[in-house]
Nanobody, 122 residues
């Protein structure tokens, strides 16, 4: 069992930066691939990025490539999402997820956090 808690969301101007954190509890954290998804009002949940359990492999969604960076600290059981050059279209609730392998789809993940709101003003 893995519990996930996101933090770090907030209001930022376009062009600004934010860092989201996802704190995990559960002894098997290091065995899971960790991902970030986001969901804007009226839209489906969208894949953002995933990192392998070793941290050696990452895969980014096209809309965030070159602007967002994912990292993980297994000693702290925490995954981070560094978001730069934010755009109004990045506004969404951001969710952290854990699953057995790298995947870009919602159904590939077994555990989800409650989400944290990111709002980018123009």
């Amino acid at each position: 069992q893995v519990q996930l808690v996101e933090s770090g969301g907030g209001l930022v101007q376009a062009g600004g930066s934010l860092r989201l954190s996802c704190a995990a509890s559960g002894r098997t954290f290091s065995s899971y691939a960790m991902a970030w998804f986001r969901q804007a009002p009226g839209k489906e949940r969208e894949f953002v990025v995933v990192i392998s359990w070793t941290g050696g492999r990452t895969y980014y969604g096209d809309s965030v490539k070159g602007r967002f960076t994912i990292s993980r600290d297994t000693a702290k059981n925490t995954v981070y999402l560094h978001m730069n050059s934010l755009k109004p279209e990045d506004t969404a609730v951001y969710y952290c997820a854990a699953g057995p392998r790298l995947s870009t789809v919602v159904t590939g993940y077994d555990y989800w956090g409650q989400g944290t709101q990111v709002t980018v003003s123009s």
